[in-house]
């Protein structure tokens, strides 16, 4: 059993950062696909981007240019560097871990852009 813990949300003002941190446990990290998802009210749960076991990255076309994920191996954690927030970036978001046959979920950490 895998459990991912997030953190880092919290209320920002647009055009300001946060940084997002999910800590895995367990020793399969560094061998799987790993990413960052978001749900906003009413709305379906979409992939903010995710990253390869070998480093290999994808974004979502709203956080290309102003997200940055990566991935320490060493201490289980995936990270969401988000610049230049907006507004429509307010939502709960999900760190995942895809083993294939399993996917897991981490409890999400909610984030609110609003001046």
């Known amino acids: 059993q895998v459990q991912l813990v997030e953190s880092g949300g919290g209320l920002v003002q647009p055009g300001g950062s946060l940084r997002l941190s999910c800590v895995a446990s367990?020793?399969?990290?560094?061998?799987?696909?790993t990413g960052w998802y978001r749900q906003a009210p009413g709305k379906q749960r979409e992939l903010v981007a995710r990253?390869?076991?070998?480093?290999?990255?994808a974004y979502a076309d709203s956080a290309k240019g102003r997200f940055t994920i990566s991935r320490d191996n060493a201490k289980n954690t995936v990270y969401l560097q988000m610049n230049s927030l907006k507004p429509e970036d307010t939502a709960i978001y999900y760190c995942?871990?895809?083993?294939?046959?399993?996917?897991?979920w981490g409890q999400g950490t909610q984030v609110t852009v609003s001046s």
């Open positions: 995942n871990l895809d083993l294939g046959v399993e996917v897991y």
């Open positions: 990253i390869t076991r070998g480093g290999n990255t």
């Open positions: 367990g020793s399969i990290f560094r061998l799987v696909t």
